[in-house]
DNA sequence: TTGATATTGATAATGAGTTTCATTCGCTGT
DNA sequence: ACAGCGAATGAAACTCATTATCAATATCAA
């Protein structure tokens, strides 16, 4: 258990009024449901489920509140080539890979220290300084090899 | 020096006869200037570029060519997250990564056999059939770190 | 409570990419 | 060379994810 959802709604707290933004209900339901998910959301699906809690919600508000979520450190996104953005909790402070299965969508989060440090040993090989990266394997899961 | 451009038109050729398809012009004219480009471009770049031979050409026949060409194995889709993919020539056998600079868009193109290796392992680990990967990492190169 | 201003939701707009469809083109058989 | 059939093209409409606009509303510090 790393945060709660507590600990999560202060940070978000914290974040607005550094950035003289305001704490709203929306922004509270938003966040609170995100939380809640188990898998990888979009905007889009993470809308679909808010509309059910309050059917008035609107669409630009989901998608303006994932990118404040994104940048208070509380959400992440992830691309898998998808023509989506996917979000997942980033109250781990622990960076990690994604192992997708290409028939059936499930995902492994996977940390490999030897890939990261072998990482950091390319960028500084080209004199880079590293923002980012991004490591997604794309397979077939145990499950659909047999299906 | 892997292939020349009558190797790839071959290539093209071959691969569009045995799909029942057919050489156009407008074919032959998109794959030599893909080839001619320097810089991993978008089918929208390209587009552009190609306005100029060919002011009659269409969108989506660029569109569709890519895509064609991507099925041949004479380009590769690239996705720098930035909403639009980019191609580059296939024609080299070997697989790379990509370091790309986040401020000027440079782009190195490297290849590590440990993290290759290590990759397969992370996969074989969890009993997944390896398809595909990705390894971007965004950096700021050095020109831009001084600027 | 009030006022300044951030936020919202509806809606229009954008941008990448795809689909539709009537017209044109490429190829195969004559 | 020619006809005919199916593939290919370009224009335009469409999809889908996301962003911008804007009038109405909500938040919060004073």
Redesign the interface.
């Known amino acids: 258990m790393s945060h709660n959802t507590k600990d999560i709604h202060s940070i978000f707290s914290q974040y607005l009024s550094e950035q003289n933004l305001r704490m709203t209900t929306q922004r509270e339901l938003i966040l609170k449901t995100f939380c809640k998910q188990k898998k990888h959301v979009t905007a889009e699906q993470l809308y679909e489920i808010l509309k059910k809690a309050d059917p008035t919600i609107g669409h630009a508000t989901v998608y303006r509140t994932m990118k404040l979520l994104t940048e208070a450190g509380i959400a992440r996104?992830l691309?898998f080539?998808e023509g989506s953005i996917r979000y997942e909790p980033d109250t781990s402070k622990e960076h990690h890979d994604h192992?997708v299965?290409?028939k059936c969508g499930e995902n492994?989060e996977?940390l490999?220290e030897?890939?990261e440090n072998?990482?950091k040993r390319?960028?500084s090989k080209?004199?880079?300084?590293?923002?980012?990266?991004?490591?997604?394997?794309?397979?077939?899961?145990?499950k659909c090899?047999k299906g």
């Open positions: 996104e691309n080539g192992l299965c290409v492994i996977f490999d030897e890939i072998l990482q390319v960028v080209y004199g880079y300084q590293l923002v980012d990266h991004s490591l997604n394997l794309y397979g077939i899961c145990p090899q």
